[in-house]
């Protein structure tokens, strides 16, 4: 092999190959000679993927095998020739074992396993089906099952995702399962609330906290969730680029909300009290909360309290309290980062009430503070500079 390339060359598709393809300044390809479609794909940054490619019907069919040296070359030529063998209509369970690759490359181990399971669930149902029947064929299958009208909703759901990597893998022609939606198919049961402290129980719990749970940095979070009425997966991704100390106020961009909407939220007395405290702590991810739990299981566990809680029931606890006391309906859900009016009212209507809000707010933690006077746990610094 040369020292320059072509970007797309053909050339037998060996170990020696491989290994020694050289790594220019663009992405390049190697097609195998042997095989129709299929080809190493190397980057510019180095890496090396195995691709499969056909046109058939109109539809151009471009398949991830792996990666080099993850997967070997004989593995991604039986890959290259299973899907060659049957392009236009793919079986089941070839669908979902590349289903299956694609997701293990995002997916943690522990979510990766509930994937498998509802895998395994759907397999034996339709195996040697294609993905070109009609939509009762699929749910009246999982119909018949003995699962959970739960389970049965999201094994549908599961299903509707194999349907859509397959389209959009240019694996099938259509989506048989497009625009249909599991929760008219399956009846999943009225959705639980989220576990929650009642309001008449504020004041124990908060002496249960404080006085069972060993870690002062994993109960001021769990009130700092309290006093702002934020996700937990909000708060956990503060940085402390987002506080603004002197403007009393945090920023969260829209890449880390759930709406994608940028989200203001005023922050009072105490919890500035909370966020100084963290700042002693501060390390080089420069994240706010680097350092406290994940989940509010341990806690409930440790302070063995007569209510379970999750983090998130604060924010239905928070709302319903601001309610009952008679707030305006459109500050508590701004506080809450939910959509309010109609997609045009919202692209005209862009006040965050921050002013508003910030006084809702510090009667909030006024409230909470006056249940069990948690700030003795704090203790006293200065705020820092921005």
Not at 67 to 96: G, H, N, T, W
Not at 194 to 200: A, D, E, G, Q
Not at 221 to 249: H, N, P, Q
Not at 333 to 356: D, F, P, W
Request: charge should be positive.
């Amino acid at each position: 092999m040369g020292k320059k390339r072509a970007k797309n060359m053909i050339e037998n598709l060996t170990k020696k190959t491989i290994e020694t393809a050289p790594i220019l300044g663009k992405t390049y390809n190697i097609h195998s000679p042997f095989l129709r479609g299929f080809f190493l794909q190397v980057r510019k940054n180095g890496r090396k993927f195995f691709y499969y490619r056909n046109r058939s019907n109109g539809v151009d069919m471009r398949v991830k095998l792996g990666e080099y040296p993850i997967l070997s070359i004989k593995e991604a030529q039986k890959k290259a020739m299973m899907i060659s063998e049957d392009v236009v209509s793919m079986r089941f369970d070839s669908i979902l074992e590349m289903w299956l690759d694609h997701k293990a490359i995002s997916l943690k181990p522990m979510s990766m396993k509930a994937y498998e399971n509802f895998a395994n669930k759907l397999l034996p149902l339709f195996k040697c089906a294609t993905l070109t029947e009609q939509p009762t064929y699929f749910y009246s299958k999982i119909k018949a099952t003995k699962e959970s009208e739960k389970n049965k909703a999201r094994m549908f759901a599961f299903l509707l995702d194999i349907c859509t990597f397959a389209r959009s893998r240019g694996l099938i022609n259509s989506n048989p399962l497009d625009g249909v939606k599991q929760s008219i198919v399956f009846n999943a049961g009225e959705k639980k609330p989220m576990k929650s402290i009642s309001r008449n129980n504020i004041s124990e719990f908060i002496e249960c906290l404080f006085s069972r749970y060993n870690s002062v940095g994993a109960c001021l979070f769990v009130m700092f969730i309290a006093m702002t009425l934020l996700r937990k997966s909000e708060a956990l991704g503060l940085m402390w680029s987002d506080v603004d100390f002197d403007g009393k106020i945090i920023n969260i961009p829209k890449r880390r909300m759930k709406n994608g909407l940028n989200h203001s939220i005023p922050i009072c007395d105490t919890t500035i009290k909370i966020l100084m405290y963290f700042y002693t702590l501060k390390d080089e991810t420069n994240k706010v909360f680097h350092h406290v739990t994940r989940s509010s299981t341990p806690i409930c566990r440790a302070i063995k309290f007569k209510e379970n809680f999750t983090f998130h029931g604060f924010r239905h606890l928070g709302s319903t309290i601001l309610h009952d006391e008679g707030f305006n309906h459109d500050l508590v859900e701004k506080q809450l980062s939910h959509l309010t009016g109609t997609a045009v009212s919202r692209i005209y209507n862009k006040s965050s009430l921050i002013e508003q809000r910030r006084e809702m707010m510090q009667w909030y933690e006024g409230y909470l503070v006056a249940q069990h006077d948690f700030t003795k746990y704090i203790p006293t610094l200065q705020a820092p500079d921005n």
